[in-house]
């Protein structure tokens, strides 16, 4: 399981606990990558050394994979994941005005988590769900034809959600700045 966002550093257990399982190949830095990211929720530079040292490889290679796979991340990410596609199909219809909602409500941009670590946004080129533009995927969960308001309502259902979302909450009738 991977740390909480409130403690989203490793420890050397953590990293031991992951090179337990191999045997130091090189063919095992994917492998290896993934369950750090597992532990941890991202691969921390401390980690890439560990892992280099590990597997008697390059610093460099390490970090070539890392930053080549979308799939790791360097920086710590939130609980909740947002992805927000602005594919072509999700741009033509409105998927950038989706997009605001979060930005104006998180007050993060994509690519960034919020402070509390509860929420990580991302903008997506496709999710292959164009039929169901635009689209919105919660924690892998995918949602279809979301509106600007629709987001909104997305937002105050994420378990934790912050900032703007409690704001929200608490005064369910004030100015919606979407
Ligand atoms: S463009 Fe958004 S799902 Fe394909």
Redesign the pocket.
Known sequence: MSKTASDPKETSDDLRNVFGKYEGHRGDLIPVLQDIQAELGYISNESMRQTARFLNIPLSAVYGVVTFYAQFYLTPQGRNKIKV???????VRG?NKVLDVVTNRLNINPGETTPDYEVTLER????????????VVVNNQVHGAVTPAGMSGILDTIDGCCGGCAEKKNNPNGDDKS
């Not at 596609?85 to 741009?91: F, I, R």
């Not at 997506?124 to 689209?135: E, F, M, N, Q, R």
């Open positions: 596609c602005l594919g072509t199909a999700c741009h998927g997506v080129a496709c999710v292959g769900s164009c039929a169901l533009a635009p689209v």
